[in-house]
Structure formats: C-alpha cells, structure tokens
C-alpha cells in the first residue's frame, strides 16, 4: 500500500488571526461609519456581504432579510475586494476571505499557532478548530490536549486532510452514513409543500430546498468538475454547514428529553 504523503506548502501570510484582523481594521478605516466595531457583529456583516455576493439583486425574497442594506453590503464587498487585491494579488476572493479566513478569528489559539508556525494549513485547522469542548463533551483542558494529541499524531504520520478530516468525523460521532433514497427524498419534497401550504412566507422551507440542491448535485457532478480550488471552498462550506447541523442537532435532543423521562 503506498504511504500517503503530504504536499510540500509554503505559509500563507494571511492565515493568522493578526493578518485576518488587520484587512477587517483596514475595512473599517476606509468605512468606518458602516463596519462594525464588535468582532462578533462584524463576522454577522461580513457573512451578510458574501451572501449579497452570491445572490443576485433580483432574489430578495428568499431567506431572511439582511439588517444592512444590500447597497451598503455592496459598497463593503467592493472596498474589501481592492484590498484583497492589493495585499494577496488577487490570490483570495472576497468569497474565500470571508468563508475560510475570517473563521481564524474564532479558532482555538494552540490551533492557530499551529497554523501560523506552518505546521498544518488553513483546511486542517479548520477541522482541529471543529473538536471543541461543547463538541467532544468534555472540558476545555481536555479538548485542548486532544487536538494536542491528534495534531502530534497526524505530523509524525505525515497524513493527508482526508484522513485528518475523517479523524475528526470519527471523533464527533459524524461517520454514520444517511439512508437517502428517491423514497426518503419523496418524504422530504412532501413536507417543503406543506409548509408552503401553510404559510408561504415560512422561510425554513429554504433548508429543505437547499439539502435537495446538494442531494441532485451528486447525481451530476463528476470527478473531473473538482479542482483543489473548488474542493478547498466546498469544504469550508459544509465545514460551516456541518456546524449548523450540529447545532440543530442539540437543539432537537434537548427537545426530546423531557419526553423520553415521561417514558421511564
């Protein structure tokens, strides 16, 4: 079996919450009446700006709508895209700064440092980043010195994202394959009506909607569609999504609690 080996990467200036920090001041300086001064208010506006970016001016009835003005997210992403152009040369779209550079900014610190050491790059920190304490059910100290641990593990083996990825899939309980069928998707169309029968300004069908996307979408994308750019953006994406998921996961187990005491 021939070993996996790792690619030889050079460290990417940007991938430092420092650097991430210092494009979003230089955002604020030249807007300064429109970026927010909160780290976290300002993730919230950024995220608003790539969707603005994503979305054309036309399809504003879909989703929830933004609190800022889609001219003012515009002007942002405008303002932002000179100086991603001038600081990277072009190497980082707004779309990428936004969706695999901001989230440094709430990245654990020894992953971070890591990071900025040059030892893993910006797709392995992000998936370090996903085994936090909340996640592993465990203390802060304990999830740090597991993210030590598979850090140290995955250095000495020289291994690969995928296998890092699948690491911390096999980690978080997230490894256990979905049943989907015509039959199961069937089921799900059939509910994204109902609730559109019922009110059809009920925005959580979109969620519906946007999984039936990803579903037909690995019916008709082939292998040879995948570049490594496109790759690195999809996983930031369903490394968000995922997130997402998790969340909503929490939320129903902790709804269904109080009626599985009943039963005992």
Not at 76 to 95: D, F, I, M, N, Y
Not at 138 to 163: C, W
Request: proline share 5%; aromatic share 4%.
């Amino acid at each position: 079996m021939r070993a996996t080996r790792r690619r030889q990467r050079t460290i990417d200036p940007l991938a430092s919450p420092e650097a991430v920090r210092s494009i979003c001041d230089r955002l604020r300086a030249r807007l300064p009446d429109l970026i927010p001064t909160s780290e976290k208010q300002l993730m919230r506006f950024l995220y608003s700006v790539r969707h603005v970016e994503r979305r054309p001016a036309t399809d504003t009835l879909r989703g929830r709508p933004s609190r800022w003005p889609r001219e003012k997210l515009t002007e942002a992403a405008s303002v932002l895209r000179g100086l991603l152009e001038r600081e990277t040369s072009g190497r980082v779209s707004v779309s990428s700064f936004i969706g695999q550079y901001l989230p440094l900014l709430q990245f654990p610190s020894d992953v971070t440092d890591a990071l900025s050491a040059g030892h893993i790059n910006l797709q392995e920190a992000a998936q370090l980043a996903r085994l936090t304490a909340e996640r592993l059910g465990s203390s802060p100290a304990a999830a740090r010195a597991r993210r030590t641990e598979i850090l140290q593990q995955h250095l000495a083996v020289q291994g690969s994202q995928t296998r890092l990825r699948a690491r911390v899939k096999d980690l978080l309980g997230e490894t256990q394959e979905l049943d989907i069928s015509s039959e199961s998707m069937t089921r799900v169309v059939a509910q994204v009506d109902e609730l559109l029968e019922i009110d059809p300004h009920d925005t959580r069908h979109m969620f519906w909607e946007e999984m039936k996307r990803i579903f037909f979408a690995m019916r008709e994308i082939q292998p040879e569609d995948l570049d490594d750019e496109t790759m690195d953006e999809f996983m930031s994406a369903m490394d968000q999504l995922s997130n997402i998921l998790y969340r909503i996961e929490k939320k129903r187990q902790k709804r269904e609690r109080p009626t599985a005491a009943l039963k005992i």
